[in-house]
């Protein structure tokens, strides 16, 4: 079963907007992981966030992460028409490699 | 230079058949993975190998088995392919606590 839930599935924004994108999961992890999936394209990793950290920064990408409620959030702020993918959040429980990957959000952002 | 690349890219076969796809990545990771994304775009883990060496198997019918030569490679051959079988199978590869690298899909198709 997958391990983490996705809010909004699909999400429409303006250029210039911010995207906010969340996850939960149901288990206790080591990290947590953002990847990005253009159409008919692989994964791209975004962010790695471990469980001891809170929140993470990579360009116009911030990922916060909130153990005691089991959920992160992906927030990309001015965003581009180039930012329009599916985004995947996805848990590592611990060291056995195995990522267990969110059902999704669908985002587009029309110019 | 391409990190991970699977091939072929797309894969059109009668049910059946037997068919492999094969996986290669040069980041020199030690671990490998095949995932496979349905129609709905759900991401599950099929196998992992870590140095050559079998470390998850996941519930997948005996009738696909991946085989790695070297840490570098990771092909699966799928026997006696059925309808169902039909998605987009990913390979991926892995460095000690990094995010995932991955191929950019293999789209089967089973007729």
């Known amino acids: 079963s997958q391990q983490g839930e996705e809010d909004p599935q699909a999400l429409s924004i303006q250029e210039g907007e911010n995207a906010t994108m969340n996850c939960s999961y149901k288990?206790?992890?080591?990290?947590l992981q953002w990847y990005r999936q253009n159409s008919g394209r692989g994964l791209v990793h975004l962010i790695l966030?471990?469980?001891?950290?809170r929140e993470k920064h990579s360009g116009r990408l911030r990922v916060t992460l909130d153990t005691s409620k089991k959920s992160s959030s992906l927030l990309i702020t001015a965003s581009r028409a180039a930012d329009t993918a599916s985004y995947f959040c996805?848990?590592?429980?611990?060291?056995?490699?195995?990522?267990?990957f969110g059902s999704g959000t669908r985002l587009l952002v029309r110019p | 230079d391409t990190a991970v690349s699977q091939t072929p890219k797309y894969l059109v076969t009668q049910m059946g058949n037997d068919k492999s796809i094969k996986c290669e990545q040069n980041?020199?990771?030690?671990?490998m993975y095949w995932y496979k994304q349905d129609s709905k775009k759900f991401l599950k883990i099929m196998f992992s190998?870590?140095?050559?060496?079998?470390?998850i198997n996941e519930t997948v019918p005996n009738r696909f088995s991946p085989k790695s030569p070297d840490k570098a490679h990771l092909n699966l051959h799928i026997n006696s392919l059925e309808l169902g079988d039909s998605a987009v199978y990913f390979c991926?590869?892995?460095?000690?606590?990094?995010?995932?690298?991955f191929g950019s899909g293999t789209r089967l198709t089973v007729v």
């Open positions: 996805a848990t590592a429980r611990d060291s056995s490699y195995k990522l267990i």
């Open positions: 966030i471990r469980s001891n950290e």
């Open positions: 991926a590869s892995s460095g000690t606590d990094s995010g995932y690298t």
């Open positions: 190998y870590n140095n050559k060496e079998l470390i």
């Open positions: 980041l020199g990771h030690d671990t």
């Open positions: 288990t206790s992890i080591n990290n």
